[in-house]
């Protein structure tokens, strides 16, 4: 988005996955006539995969095939302090709470995470 911009192409519609810097720069511009779709299921995949892995060496039947529903989010309907977070780091992912799948993750309790607390 941001060499059509340096090339001053008009904005054709963009998508891309759940990053937060992504969704940023789409709020950031489109007042300016920015259109974009933000999905996808980032890192609340590893967790669907060790659930998976664990239930199957405690001998459980586990599916064989497993389906996330995207975090999707669309102009212009994102909003700051849930579908994107101005004050924090553009490679956060903020897609990552599928209560489908038992995994329930805020963005405040993932970003509330230390070291020392995880």
Do not use: W
């Not at 759940?18 to 967790?47: I, W």
């Not at 990552?96 to 070291?115: L, V």
């Amino acid at each position: 988005v941001q060499a059509m911009i340096d090339a001053k192409h008009p904005f054709v519609p963009f998508g891309g996955e759940t990053e937060n810097g992504f969704r940023k720069f789409c709020a950031a511009h489109s007042a300016d006539g920015l259109k974009c779709s933000s999905a996808g299921s980032g890192p609340a995949q590893v967790a669907v995969a060790i659930k998976t892995a664990i239930a199957a060496l405690e001998g459980e039947v586990v599916p064989q095939e497993v389906k996330l529903p995207l975090a999707i989010a669309e102009d212009p309907n994102m909003k700051e302090g849930t579908d994107y977070f101005p004050k924090e780091s553009d490679n956060f992912f903020v897609g990552n709470s599928f209560p489908t799948c038992g995994i329930n993750f805020s963005a405040q309790e993932i970003m509330g995470q230390t070291k020392e607390n995880q």
